[in-house]
């Protein structure tokens, strides 16, 4: 109540929401009539579950354009020539590289010379206003986004991808220490 209370004429609602959520639950949230968008302002969030699920679920995304869930926010699409490139399907915010902070660093986790994305106040407010205001298009890219994530990214697909990978190291023939030395 006391940050909202600094903006009386605000023109939405606010709902703060806590606690642990089943799968059943997050999904509600991501299909309810009263919600269009998902935005997040991360600084790089990896992967990006939520952003992930957000577009598995056909919501309208709004992020920082930069880290991993660049990897399912980007669809391939053929252009008139037949050449593939890959193209955004969400709203993308602009920033700016700088490094972490000193607080944030986190030995093997979060490495002192790791960069972060600040997303630029202006883009961000920009974006918002676009999505809302072309709202169709931005729905139907996420339809788009959303066939092309369920086909992509089906659990046996990705199983397969990961079998792989991992099966020929299975099958080699090494001690670990050394050859690991001499990969990496």
């Not at 009539?33 to 997040?40: F, G, P, R, Y």
């Not at 992930?52 to 990897?71: C, K, M, N, Q, R």
């Not at 086909?151 to 990961?162: I, T, V």
Request: aromatic share 14%.
């Amino acid at each position: 109540k006391r940050t909202l209370s600094k903006y009386e004429n605000r023109k939405c609602k606010v709902y703060l929401l806590h606690g642990d959520f089943s799968d059943e639950e997050m999904h509600s949230l991501y299909n309810h009539d009263k919600i269009n968008a998902l935005v997040s302002l991360t600084h790089g969030e990896g992967f990006g579950l939520p952003l992930f699920e957000a577009a598995y679920s056909g919501l309208p995304v709004i992020a920082t354009d930069w880290s991993g869930h660049l990897d399912f926010l980007y669809k391939p699409t053929k252009n008139k020539k037949g050449k593939v490139k890959s193209r955004p399907h969400f709203g993308k915010i602009e920033y700016e590289l700088q490094p972490v902070p000193q607080g944030a660093i986190w030995e093997g986790v979060i490495q002192a010379d790791s960069m972060w994305a600040y997303p630029q106040q202006g883009s961000c407010k920009m974006k918002l206003r676009e999505v809302y205001k072309d709202y169709n298009r931005y729905k139907s890219q996420a339809k788009k986004l959303k066939k092309w994530i369920h086909d992509e990214f089906e659990e046996q697909k990705q199983y397969d991808k990961f079998n792989s990978f991992v099966f020929p190291w299975m099958s080699m023939d090494f001690s670990l220490e050394e050859d690991l030395v001499e990969f990496g």
